[in-house]
C-alpha cells in the first residue's frame, strides 16, 4: 500500500504540473495544495480501511448529500470523471430527450457540483483508488451503469426495465392488468387513460369522450337548477352567435339533447350488466355519427358557451336518476367535472414539457395526429382531467410524496412519511387551459411570476411541506383526513401500481431505487395517482426541498447500507408498506444441455412368440400378389432360408416372427452420447417464464 501511495502522490504532482503548465487544469501553480506527510498518512489509513471493507463509492451528478453521508461511513469515492462518464452512455445529448430515463425523469443534470475541497484530500483519495472495484453506484441515470457487468456484491441504485410503471404509456396499460393480482379498480385511484396511436384504444377514447359529454350535460342541468354556478362561464351573446355560426350542424332542442343523453347512460349500463349481447349492430339503439356531431355541437354551445336553455325543471328528476345510477358504476364520475377537459401528454418528454389541456375533440385528434412518429409509436397519451379538485386558498396543488424499493421479489416497498405540495401560479380555473394554471410541475411554474390575484397564503416559492398543509386542513375541521384517507391511498395505489409490473422488472439482488409519484387531491381527499418518475430531482430549489430533499437521501441511506449491517438499524422516516412472500425460481441450468448414456452389454430377451395358430399381422401397402408356389406349400430353397434367418439373430427390432422361423432372436440396444444445442436466447426466455 505504501508503494500505491507514493506512486499516486507522484502521479498526482505529475498532473497537477501538467495541468498548471497547460492551462487546461482547474489549479494553476500558484494555488497548489501543499500535500503534508500527516494529510497523506490520513489518506492512506482511510483508503487502506476502505478497501479492506469494501467501501468504494462512485456518485454521478449533484448529490452532495450521498457523498457526505458515505464520507461519514467510512466511504472512499472513486470519482466518475467527465471522459469516464461519457463512456457509460448509451445515448448522447441529442437523443436525451427521447431516451427512456428522460421520458419519467425529473432531474436531467449530469453536471457535478463544485466541492470544497481546498487541501485535495478527496481528490488524491480517489486517486489511490482509482483501480479497486467500486461497491456503490449513485447515478442520475439508468443507462450510466451497465448492470449486466456488475458482480454480485455490488450495489447500485437503479433496476433496469423501469418503463413499465415510469413512464406514462407503461403506467397506462399495466396498470389494467390490476385485476390479475388484486381485486382493486385502478378507476378508483388512476384517471383513466388511453393510448391515441392505438387504434382500438383510439376508439375507446372517443366512446368516452361522448359518454362524458353526455354525464356533462346532465350535471349541468342539475346543478343549474341548484344553482352552482362555479364552473360556468359567462359569454356575452355575440360569442354565443359566433360558435353557433362555426357549429356545423343545426344545434339540438334541449329535451332532444335530453333524450340522447339519458339513451347513451343507459346504453352504457346495459353493456356493463351485459344485457347488449343479443342486440344486433343493425338494432343498436347508438346514435348514427350525423347525430353524434349535432349533438356535441349543441353541447358545446350550452355548457362551454352558455348558451340560455329552455326551462328545464322537468328534467332534473330524470337526470338526477341517471346520474345515481351511472355513480354507483363509474368512480370518477365526480371528478370529471361539466366541460369534459382531457390532458394529452407526448409519453416521451419528461418535466410538463408538450402536456397540454383540451375540450374539443377534433382539437385533441389534430394535436395527436400532428406527430405522426409519436402515433406510431403510440406514445401519445390522453388522460381525463381532474376538473374538480382539492384546493388551498382557490390554487390548485398536486403532492410529491417518494417511495423507495429495495427488492421485486419478494417485492418491498417502503413510503416516506414526510412529502411536499407544488402550487400553481395563478388561481384555479376553467376559463382558461393554461399551463399556469393547471401543471404544478416546479419545472414550468418556476419561471412564472405569481398573480396579484392568489390568495396571500401561498408561498412565492408555491411549496408547502406536509406539515403546512396538515394545519390548513386542522383549520378546515379536516384533520384526520390526513391519516384516514389520504395516506392509506397513497399507498395502495403505489402498491398496486408495483404489482401490475412485478414481472416484466428484473429483480437483481444489491439494487435499490428512490421514486418520485406524483398525486392529485379530489375535493373528497382522495388521492389520485398522475405518474411515477425516477431520479425524483433533489435540488434544494426552496426551504421545504432543501430539508426533505436532504432527508429523503439520508434516510435512503439508512434502509439500504445500514440495515445490511443491523436488521434493528433507524431507517428514518422510510416506513416499509409492503413486503411480499418470495417466489422460488428455478436454477438456471445454462445453456448447452448434454445427455450422456453407456450401452447396455446385457442383451433382452423378446417375448414369446404367439402360437402358431395366429398369423403375422398384415401391413397395408407392403402385401404382394400371392405367389402359387407358396400357396401350395412348397418349401424355400435351402440357401434363401439360410440368410433370412442370419438376418434375423442380427435385427434390433422386429415385429412377431412366423412360427415356422427360428425362435427368439436376441435383441441389442445401443444408446449414443447426445449434446442438444439450445437457442442463444434461452436465458431470456428463461427468466422470462418464471
Known sequence: MDQVVTASVHQYNQDETKSSQTGKGQRNFVNLPVLHPERLKTAKVLVEKAVKMHKVFSVQGPYPVIREALRARGWVEQRMHRSNHCAHQCHNNDSRATSVDAADSDDNSDDVEEEQDPDGLYDLMSRLVRKEIVYFYWTNRRDAINTNNLQKEQITNHFAKAGSFTTKVGLCVNLRNLHWFDSADPDTFFPRCYRLGAQDEKHAFIEDYRRTACTSLLKYIVEKEHGVQGERRSH???????????SKSKPMVLSQMIDCALKV???????????DIDISLDTAQTLTKEEWAKFIDSYYLVVHG??????????VKCCKTMLQRMRQVSPQLDIDGMHNIWIIK?????????????????HILRLVNSDTTLMKESKWVVQKYLERPFLVHGTKFDVRQWFLVTDW??????????CYLRFSTQPYSLDTLDSSVHLCNNSIQKHLRPSQQRHRGIPADNMWSDDQFRTFLSNQGQEDQWETVVVPGMKKAIIHALQTTQDLMESRKNTFELYGADFMLGRDLRPWLIEINVSPTMAPSTHVTARLCAAVQEDTLRVVLD????????????????RQAAVEVPQYVGVNLLVEGFKIKQPCPLPPLRSSGLSAPKHRGLVKEKDPAVEKGKPLPKVLLKNATTQLKTMRCSAPLP???????TVTLHIETLTFHLPSDYKQVHSLSH
Do not use: M
Open 346 to 362: 407526448p409519453g416521451a418528454k419528461s418535466r410538463g414539457r408538450g402536456i397540454k389541456c383540451a375540450k374539443h375533440l377534433d
Open 306 to 315: 352558455g348558451a340560455e336553455l329552455e326551462n328545464s325543471d322537468h328534467f
Open 409 to 418: 421479489n419478494p417485492l418491498t416497498v417502503w413510503f416516506y412519511k414526510k
Open 265 to 275: 347512460c343507459q346504453e352504457f349500463l346495459e353493456s356493463l350488466e351485459h344485457r
Open 659 to 665: 412360427h415356422h422361423l427360428p425362435p427368439e432372436p
Open 236 to 246: 356575452n351573446i355575440a360569442s354565443i352567435d359566433d360558435q353557433r355560426k362555426q
Open 563 to 578: 440495515r445490511r449491517i443491523d436488521r434493528t438499524a433507524n431507517s428514518g422516516d422510510f416506513e416499509l408498506i409492503y
